[in-house]
Protein backbone atom coordinates (compact mmCIF):
# COMPACT_ATOMS: atom_id res chain seq x y z
CA UNK A 1 0.00 0.00 0.00
CA UNK A 2 0.95 3.83 -0.90
CA UNK A 3 0.11 7.20 0.14
CA UNK A 4 -0.42 9.28 -2.59
CA UNK A 5 -0.37 12.99 -3.24
CA UNK A 6 -3.94 14.51 -3.02
CA UNK A 7 -4.84 17.27 -5.43
CA UNK A 8 -5.85 20.58 -4.59
CA UNK A 9 -7.95 23.07 -6.09
CA UNK A 10 -7.68 24.75 -8.53
CA UNK A 11 -5.96 21.91 -10.42
CA UNK A 12 -8.26 21.49 -13.57
CA UNK A 13 -8.29 17.58 -12.97
CA UNK A 14 -10.19 18.11 -10.31
CA UNK A 15 -12.95 19.12 -12.76
CA UNK A 16 -12.64 15.78 -15.16
CA UNK A 17 -15.98 13.65 -15.13
CA UNK A 18 -14.49 10.39 -14.01
CA UNK A 19 -14.69 7.05 -16.34
CA UNK A 20 -16.96 4.04 -15.49
CA UNK A 21 -14.52 1.22 -14.22
CA UNK A 22 -15.42 -1.66 -17.07
CA UNK A 23 -15.25 -5.34 -16.86
CA UNK A 24 -15.58 -5.73 -13.13
CA UNK A 25 -13.50 -4.92 -10.07
CA UNK A 26 -9.54 -6.31 -10.43
CA UNK A 27 -6.80 -6.95 -8.43
CA UNK A 28 -5.67 -3.39 -9.80
CA UNK A 29 -8.84 -1.63 -8.70
CA UNK A 30 -8.23 -3.28 -5.48
CA UNK A 31 -4.95 -1.80 -5.12
CA UNK A 32 -5.52 1.45 -6.42
CA UNK A 33 -8.87 1.11 -2.99
CA UNK A 34 -5.69 0.13 -0.66
CA UNK A 35 -3.86 3.16 -1.41
CA UNK A 36 -6.94 5.40 -1.80
CA UNK A 37 -7.78 4.24 1.92
CA UNK A 38 -4.56 4.29 3.13
CA UNK A 39 -4.47 8.20 1.98
CA UNK A 40 -7.58 9.06 3.62
CA UNK A 41 -6.38 7.89 7.16
CA UNK A 42 -3.02 9.94 6.75
CA UNK A 43 -5.08 12.92 5.21
CA UNK A 44 -7.05 12.46 7.27
CA UNK A 45 -10.46 12.17 5.64
CA UNK A 46 -13.98 9.84 6.03
CA UNK A 47 -14.16 9.74 2.02
CA UNK A 48 -11.78 10.08 -0.73
CA UNK A 49 -12.60 10.20 -4.63
CA UNK A 50 -9.99 8.17 -6.95
CA UNK A 51 -9.84 11.51 -8.98
CA UNK A 52 -8.20 13.58 -5.77
CA UNK A 53 -5.45 11.28 -6.22
CA UNK A 54 -5.51 11.70 -9.99
CA UNK A 55 -7.54 8.62 -11.46
CA UNK A 56 -10.19 9.61 -13.54
CA UNK A 57 -12.59 6.28 -12.12
CA UNK A 58 -15.76 6.26 -10.59
CA UNK A 59 -14.37 4.70 -7.32
CA UNK A 60 -15.04 6.10 -3.56
CA UNK A 61 -13.25 4.89 -0.42
CA UNK A 62 -15.08 5.82 2.93
CA UNK A 63 -15.21 5.36 6.82
CA UNK A 64 -16.86 6.70 9.08
CA UNK A 65 -15.70 5.22 12.41
CA UNK A 66 -15.65 8.03 15.22
CA UNK A 67 -12.07 8.32 16.79
CA UNK A 68 -11.08 5.17 18.62
CA UNK A 69 -13.85 2.94 16.98
CA UNK A 70 -12.84 -0.02 15.13
CA UNK A 71 -12.56 0.93 10.94
CA UNK A 72 -14.96 0.63 8.91
CA UNK A 73 -14.06 0.81 5.65
CA UNK A 74 -16.49 1.17 3.24
CA UNK A 75 -15.72 0.83 -0.87
CA UNK A 76 -17.85 1.93 -3.49
CA UNK A 77 -17.29 1.31 -7.18
CA UNK A 78 -19.76 2.55 -10.42
CA UNK A 79 -21.56 4.40 -7.32
CA UNK A 80 -24.88 5.43 -8.42
CA UNK A 81 -28.06 7.10 -6.88
CA UNK A 82 -31.20 5.34 -7.66
CA UNK A 83 -33.39 7.61 -5.35
CA UNK A 84 -32.77 10.70 -3.41
CA UNK A 85 -35.22 12.53 -1.22
CA UNK A 86 -36.86 15.52 -1.14
CA UNK A 87 -36.29 16.71 2.16
CA UNK A 88 -32.49 18.39 2.37
CA UNK A 89 -30.08 18.70 5.59
CA UNK A 90 -27.38 21.45 5.89
CA UNK A 91 -24.00 20.34 6.56
CA UNK A 92 -20.68 22.38 7.27
CA UNK A 93 -18.62 20.66 4.97
CA UNK A 94 -15.01 20.34 3.91
CA UNK A 95 -12.26 18.80 1.69
CA UNK A 96 -9.70 17.58 1.51
CA UNK A 97 -8.64 19.18 -2.14
CA UNK A 98 -9.94 22.19 -0.73
CA UNK A 99 -8.15 22.64 2.76
CA UNK A 100 -8.72 24.75 5.37
CA UNK A 101 -12.24 26.13 4.04
CA UNK A 102 -15.71 25.05 5.47
CA UNK A 103 -19.32 25.79 4.78
CA UNK A 104 -23.01 24.64 4.48
CA UNK A 105 -23.95 22.83 2.07
CA UNK A 106 -27.90 21.59 1.23
CA UNK A 107 -27.97 18.04 0.34
CA UNK A 108 -31.28 15.44 0.15
CA UNK A 109 -30.84 13.94 3.44
CA UNK A 110 -31.90 10.24 2.56
CA UNK A 111 -30.62 8.63 -0.68
CA UNK A 112 -31.13 5.07 -1.98
CA UNK A 113 -27.35 4.21 -3.79
CA UNK A 114 -26.19 1.03 -5.79
CA UNK A 115 -22.84 0.18 -6.74
CA UNK A 116 -20.21 -2.51 -6.65
CA UNK A 117 -18.12 -3.43 -3.69
CA UNK A 118 -14.29 -4.32 -3.11
CA UNK A 119 -15.19 -8.15 -4.41
CA UNK A 120 -17.19 -6.25 -7.39
CA UNK A 121 -20.83 -7.49 -6.00
CA UNK A 122 -23.68 -5.43 -6.52
CA UNK A 123 -25.60 -3.99 -3.14
CA UNK A 124 -28.12 -1.43 -2.79
CA UNK A 125 -28.00 0.32 0.45
CA UNK A 126 -30.36 3.35 1.80
CA UNK A 127 -27.79 6.19 3.35
CA UNK A 128 -29.07 9.19 5.37
CA UNK A 129 -27.02 11.40 7.92
CA UNK A 130 -23.44 11.60 7.48
CA UNK A 131 -22.92 8.81 5.34
CA UNK A 132 -25.50 10.24 2.58
CA UNK A 133 -23.77 13.92 3.01
CA UNK A 134 -20.26 12.14 2.63
CA UNK A 135 -21.34 9.74 -0.51
CA UNK A 136 -22.82 12.61 -1.84
CA UNK A 137 -19.75 14.72 -1.75
CA UNK A 138 -17.64 12.16 -3.24
CA UNK A 139 -20.06 11.51 -6.41
CA UNK A 140 -19.63 15.01 -6.61
CA UNK A 141 -16.26 14.53 -7.16
CA UNK A 142 -16.59 11.97 -9.69
CA UNK A 143 -18.83 14.82 -12.01
CA UNK A 144 -15.81 16.96 -11.85
CA UNK A 145 -17.38 19.48 -9.01
CA UNK A 146 -16.33 20.66 -5.35
CA UNK A 147 -18.55 21.32 -2.49
CA UNK A 148 -17.60 25.23 -3.18
CA UNK A 149 -19.19 24.83 -6.58
CA UNK A 150 -22.43 24.54 -4.62
CA UNK A 151 -21.45 27.98 -2.34
CA UNK A 152 -22.37 31.70 -4.04
CA UNK A 153 -20.19 32.79 -6.16
CA UNK A 154 -18.52 35.77 -3.82
CA UNK A 155 -17.66 32.79 -1.51
CA UNK A 156 -16.31 30.65 -4.37
CA UNK A 157 -14.00 32.75 -5.09
CA UNK A 158 -13.01 33.84 -1.76
CA UNK A 159 -12.51 29.98 -0.89
CA UNK A 160 -10.52 29.59 -4.64
CA UNK A 161 -8.29 33.33 -4.24
CA UNK A 162 -7.36 32.13 -0.33
CA UNK A 163 -6.05 28.44 -1.57
CA UNK A 164 -4.12 30.41 -4.48
CA UNK A 165 -2.40 32.71 -1.74
CA UNK A 166 -1.66 29.68 0.45
CA UNK A 167 -0.11 27.79 -2.78
CA UNK A 168 1.80 30.82 -3.81
CA UNK A 169 3.61 31.36 -0.05
CA UNK A 170 4.34 27.43 0.33
CA UNK A 171 6.28 28.07 -2.97
CA UNK A 172 7.43 30.64 -1.75
CA UNK A 173 9.00 28.99 0.88
CA UNK A 174 10.13 25.95 -0.94
O1 LIG B 1 -13.81 14.41 -0.44
C1 LIG B 1 -13.12 14.70 0.52
O2 LIG B 1 -12.28 15.60 0.48
C2 LIG B 1 -13.31 13.96 1.79
C3 LIG B 1 -14.07 14.75 2.80
C4 LIG B 1 -15.38 14.01 2.96
C5 LIG B 1 -16.49 14.77 3.56
C6 LIG B 1 -16.76 16.07 3.22
C7 LIG B 1 -17.84 16.73 3.79
C8 LIG B 1 -18.65 16.09 4.69
C9 LIG B 1 -18.38 14.79 5.01
C10 LIG B 1 -17.31 14.14 4.45
C11 LIG B 1 -13.11 14.87 3.96
O3 LIG B 1 -13.23 13.79 4.79
S1 LIG B 1 -13.18 16.41 4.74
C12 LIG B 1 -12.81 16.18 6.35
C13 LIG B 1 -14.01 15.87 7.18
C14 LIG B 1 -13.85 15.06 8.25
C15 LIG B 1 -14.93 14.79 9.05
C16 LIG B 1 -16.19 15.33 8.78
C17 LIG B 1 -16.34 16.15 7.70
C18 LIG B 1 -15.24 16.44 6.88
ZN1 LIG C 1 -13.96 16.50 -1.25
Known amino acids: ?13 LKQKSA ?9 HRALMDDMLETMYEAPGIG ?9 LRIIVMDLAREGEEKQPRYFVNPEILWASEETQPYEEGCLSVPDF ?14 LNYKGEQIEEDAEGLF ?13 VLFIDHLSRLKRENALRKLKKARKEAALQA
Open 132 to 144: AVCIQHEMDHLEG
Open 48 to 56: LAAIQVGVP
Open 1 to 13: MAIRPILTAPDLR
Open 102 to 115: YDEVERPARVKLRY
Open 20 to 28: PVEGGVTDE
